[in-house]
């Protein structure tokens, strides 16, 4: 069992540590079935779930990293509101 707050899976342990310095997402951990948690971020958007076990780790923290790349501009959309 892996504890809180760390994935099991290093290339998405990666992907989280970026994740947890950026202030306008949030990492929200469930750890509910195979949905460790999810990541949400200030404009409301559909939040991005974290799995636990993914069928290919690397893949699922490249598509965790594109997500935050997207969603790079909200915080200065929110700033301007």
């Known amino acids: 069992m892996v504890s ?3 994935h099991q899976h290093n290339e998405i342990n990666a992907a989280l540590k970026v994740i947890r310095k950026i202030e306008w997402l949030a990492l929200v951990e469930s750890h509910n079935g195979h949905c460790w948690g999810r990541i949400e971020c200030v404009c409301g958007a559909e939040p991005q779930p974290v799995w636990c076990t993914p069928r290919n ?20 959309n929110e700033e301007r509101s």
Not at 57 to 76: F, Q, S, T, Y
């Open 4 to 6: 809180r707050g760390r």
């Open 57 to 76: 780790p690397g893949n699922h923290a490249k598509r965790i990293l594109r997500w935050v790349d997207d969603h790079m501009e909200c915080a200065k």
